[in-house]
């Protein structure tokens, strides 16, 4: 079956840029391309033999940018446990979220950590991310994948084989560029040490890995949970902090000023709340597990909804550097999703995804015609 050209007519168009809904739109679609958006009272010319879907009620969501995944974890309480899990398992869990993935609108994934094992396939010793890249670019239907590889940290932080570990400056720039050989597109580094109240590294050993990505076209983001490592990622350079659990009002303004992004991961609360009711982990039902999150997530800076969409959508594009991610565009992609209801003011209204346009069952199969 060849597809055909579609249009999704009269829906909302949700485009990130600002708190409004476009409405009376209509879509046109053809081989992955979006060839036009037009008011649907003036659709132009379309296509003899187009496939019109009925989208009215419905509004129409550029493609997300899941800015903070590890797609070959299998996530729960349990996730730093399962970075051992035999190999071609973890390759396994990576295909179904993909598929999730797919399935709930994102179509870009930025993998921040991956467990280093032997690929199946031939032996090699990396991160399997870069397995699942592989697969992933000959597969259209498959979140487009940036990989961090694994994570550089210090000795006695990160269990389970999960780290390359490094505890000085020559071994953090051979980790670093050990990492970079193998392929990866950015770096992680995990700026927590054994030591809360000290950073693993010094800001000199952290500029000199910035210094070393940046000269080999790659970028550097940091975990950050708390202030101490996140000071020094910032004076540093990094690209971007994940979670910045623990900033300050210097540290925000420093970040806005040089253009250090950050990945703020707030959805991670509340997962970690219910954990309190659900496991019996001692680092989420003890009084410190539990008053941590609790101060953690009231310090957190909440966004208005479509805030939350830009930064899911556009800017989530931007931090990839990549100018046609998060966007809905004439001449772009067709990477765009449709869901009931309006996420500039209901955000639940993500969850309720109607049709993915990259997704086979989104496109109308071609039908003989007569001249």
């Not at 975990?223 to 300050?248: N, T």
Request: glycine residues 12%; charged residues 25%.
């Amino acid at each position: 079956m060849i597809p055909r050209p579609t249009l999704y007519r009269d829906a909302a168009l949700a485009d990130g840029s600002g708190p409004s809904l476009r409405k009376g739109v209509s879509v046109l679609v053809d081989r992955g391309r979006v060839l036009g958006i037009r008011s649907s009272s003036d659709e132009g010319m379309l296509p003899r033999d187009v496939h019109v879907v009925d989208a009215g009620g419905s509004t129409i969501v550029p493609g997300m940018v899941d800015a903070h995944s590890h797609v070959t974890l299998p996530g729960g309480s349990h996730w730093i446990d399962r970075g051992v899990d035999p190999p071609d398992e973890l390759l396994d869990v990576a295909e179904h979220n993909g598929d999730l993935l797919g399935r709930a609108g994102v179509r870009w994934a930025r993998d921040v950590g991956s467990p280093l094992a032997a690929d199946p396939r031939d032996g090699r010793k990396r991160a399997l991310t870069l397995r699942v890249r592989e697969r992933w670019r000959s597969d259209p239907n498959r979140p487009r994948i940036r990989v961090a590889g694994t994570w550089i940290g210090h000795s006695g932080v990160l269990t389970g084989g999960l780290a390359i570990e490094a505890d000085d400056c020559p071994a953090l720039l051979k980790a670093a560029s050990t990492q970079l050989d193998d392929g990866t597109d950015f770096l992680k580094l995990y700026l927590d040490g054994p030591k809360k109240e000290e950073a693993p590294w010094s800001t000199g050993d952290v500029r000199a890995v910035v210094e070393l990505a940046h000269g080999r076209g790659a970028k550097v983001t940091a975990h950050s949970g708390f202030l101490v490592g996140a000071r020094v990622g910032i004076d540093a350079g990094v690209d971007s902090l994940e979670h910045g659990f623990e900033l300050d009002s210097d540290a925000v303004a420093k970040m806005a000023r040089q253009g250090t992004f950050l990945v703020s991961t707030l959805a991670i609360f509340r997962s970690w709340a219910s954990f309190a009711q659900t496991t019996t982990l001692p680092r989420f039902v003890g009084d410190e597990g539990k008053e941590r999150i609790a101060r953690r997530r009231e310090r957190a800076a909440g966004l208005k909804p479509w805030e939350a969409l830009a930064s899911a959508t556009v800017r989530g594009g931007e931090l990839l550097g990549e100018p046609e991610a998060g966007r809905i565009v004439e001449g772009g992609p067709a990477d765009f999703f449709l869901v009931h209801g309006d996420p500039l003011t209901d955000p639940t209204a993500l969850w309720r995804v109607w049709r993915v346009a990259w997704l086979p069952e989104a496109v109308g199969p071609a039908e003989p015609t007569t001249s």
